[in-house]
């Protein structure tokens, strides 16, 4: 059903206005790029939208392209708007975006290295006397403002995403590197 001009039309209009949101070369931002393809709601175009887009595509047409073309800051800025759109998906399509990014180091984090989300800790619910924790505390909430994102959409979405908010094991060997050294 959704195959042929109607759903490469969709996908050309999606990877059209992100590049423009990216570049920020013509008159679009965040707010305006996801009015253009809403994802809720009842009306054909939506319902058009959320079928021709799944996770496989964004991924494949949007994420792996863009770690390899873009900066580390503007790579997180897309990935953060992508998450905030996730926001609004069933849970479990979340947790299979999130596996899709885990091993993406594109989360920036308090140490000034970008992490795999499964690295990185929510630093505002986590233990933050230890170094680990402090190191691999996920930066967010100023640049999704700054992109003005939903921040509390994408702090949720990157919990679902498997951001940590407890030590493992590994972090606690971590820690004892740092303790010792």
Excluded at 23 to 35: I, K, M, N, Q
Excluded at 43 to 64: C, F, G, K, S, Y
Excluded at 130 to 149: K, S
């Amino acid at each position: 059903l959704l195959e042929g001009p109607m759903a490469d039309a969709v996908r050309g209009l999606v990877q059209h206005c992100t590049r423009l949101l990216l570049e920020r070369s013509g008159p679009l931002d965040t707010v305006r790029f996801l009015a253009l393809l809403p994802t809720l709601g009842d009306r054909p175009q939506t319902l058009l939208a959320t079928a021709a887009i799944d996770l496989q595509w964004v991924h494949a047409n949007i994420v792996v392209p863009a770690a390899e073309q873009l900066d580390a800051e503007r790579l997180s800025r897309l990935l953060l708007a992508l998450l905030e759109w996730a926001a609004s998906w069933k849970e479990p399509d979340v947790r299979a975006f999130g596996d899709r990014l885990a091993s993406l180091k594109w989360l920036p984090t308090e140490g000034g290295v970008a992490r795999p989300v499964s690295e990185c800790f929510d630093g505002r619910r986590s233990p933050g006397s230890f170094r680990v924790v402090r190191e691999r505390a996920a930066r967010v909430a100023a640049i999704a403002a700054d992109a003005g994102l939903d921040v509390d959409a994408v702090w949720k979405t990157l919990e679902i995403c498997g951001l940590k908010h407890e030590l493992t094991w590994e972090d606690t060997v971590v820690e004892a590197e740092f303790v010792i050294a």
